[in-house]
């Protein structure tokens, strides 16, 4: 049960306010961003998801850099509450396409539709977008995607001058194209975040794959559909032996150390034949979940050399290799380097390209 549920954008600007309760402030959304924004608790550097603040119980995801919140008094469940403000996200991108602060205040009244119909007096009712379509009349607004910036995690690589197809579909599961035709179309990207520990000489420490299938369905009728997946795959260590375990990088067998499904899946024959069948419902949704710390070839290779160049100083060689071809490109490549509290003062590093 929620009290208030709110959208900030970067700047702090309320973008959507809708408060279901009247058991907490109107100035709500003005103490969170100021809380948020100022956050030095416990020397951490930015606030955590959940967070309580004069008997307030503050929710908060970052989507695309707009901060979706939700408030209450009571004692809810944390992990209920963040997976709702995912769920809402992504129920306001199905309808409108494209999620930014430009869309949603285009599209303020459909939005405020779909919130009146997601959440009745702080209760969830459904964060479906199949079943919402019967509740939701409004048609949105489109917003040119062409202009935004790509902000996906499937947007970081080009393969020449093409931009390779991100998972933010940039068109509504709502909204016909133009002359009133039906889109037949369905998108599957497979979106994974690699966490690599790498020791000072450049081996790979630890290594942890996670990993989703997203697909997102703008076929009429519902149709049964069927996703094949590589025939060598493995749930759980035991499923193959352990030469196959550390040997295979990037080829042959596939182990997964655990996975879920989404709820429209049917196993019947995925022991069998691995395929998943499904009636992909309205809307983007992940298919598959799953984690691996099977052996692979990261995209990046990075060694680090440290050396004492004086008493109280260090000089610090970071060296970034790609490993992946070169007619394929990296954008959006950030390099942090942290450094401890009680360092004065640093210096930028030069940085040198080797092709």
Not at 170 to 182: F, Q
Request: proline share 6%.
């Amino acid at each position: 049960m929620i009290s208030q549920f709110f959208v900030l954008s970067q700047r702090g600007d309320n973008i959507v306010f809708r408060d279901y309760r009247g058991e907490v402030a109107k100035g709500s959304a003005e103490i969170f961003f100021r809380k948020v924004k100022f956050w030095k608790e416990d020397g951490q550097e930015e606030a955590p998801p959940v967070f309580n603040v004069d008997g307030v119980n503050y929710f908060h995801v970052k989507v695309v850099g707009l901060l979706f919140v939700a408030t209450t008094r009571v004692n809810v469940s944390p992990s209920l509450v963040l997976e709702l403000l995912q769920r809402i996200a992504r129920v306001i991108k199905d309808y409108l396409g494209v999620l930014s602060e430009d869309s949603l205040r285009k599209n303020f009244v459909l939005v405020y539709e779909l919130l009146d119909e997601v959440i009745d007096f702080g209760y969830v009712q459904t964060t479906s977008t199949e079943v919402l379509k019967s509740y939701v009349f409004n048609e949105p607004i489109v917003v040119d995607a062409a202009r935004l910036q790509p902000l996906g995690p499937a947007a970081i690589f080009m393969q020449g001058s093409k931009r390779m197809p991100g998972t933010a579909v940039t068109k509504s599961v709502v909204a016909n194209e133009p002359g009133g035709r039906k889109r037949e179309e369905i998108f599957v990207d497979i979106i994974e975040k690699i966490s690599v520990t790498f020791s000072s000489s450049g081996y790979i420490l630890t290594s942890e794959i996670d990993g989703t299938i997203q697909m997102k369905s703008y076929l009429t009728g519902n149709p049964e559909i069927r996703l094949a997946l590589n025939e060598d795959l493995s749930i759980g260590r035991g499923g193959g032996s352990v030469y196959d375990y550390r040997s295979s990088s990037g080829a042959g067998p596939v182990i997964l150390d655990d996975c879920n499904f989404h709820e429209s899946v049917r196993l019947d024959s995925f022991d069998m034949d691995r395929t998943l069948a499904l009636v992909p419902p309205d809307g983007e949704f992940p298919v598959m979940n799953y984690r691996m710390t099977q052996e692979f070839k990261p995209p990046f290779h990075i060694n680090c050399l440290i050396e004492e160049a004086g008493h109280l100083k260090a000089e610090v060689i970071l060296k970034v290799r790609a490993e992946f071809p070169s007619n394929i490109t990296a954008n959006t490549v950030v390099v942090q380097m942290p450094l401890p509290k009680y360092t004065t003062r640093h210096f930028p590093f030069p940085i040198f390209y080797t092709w």
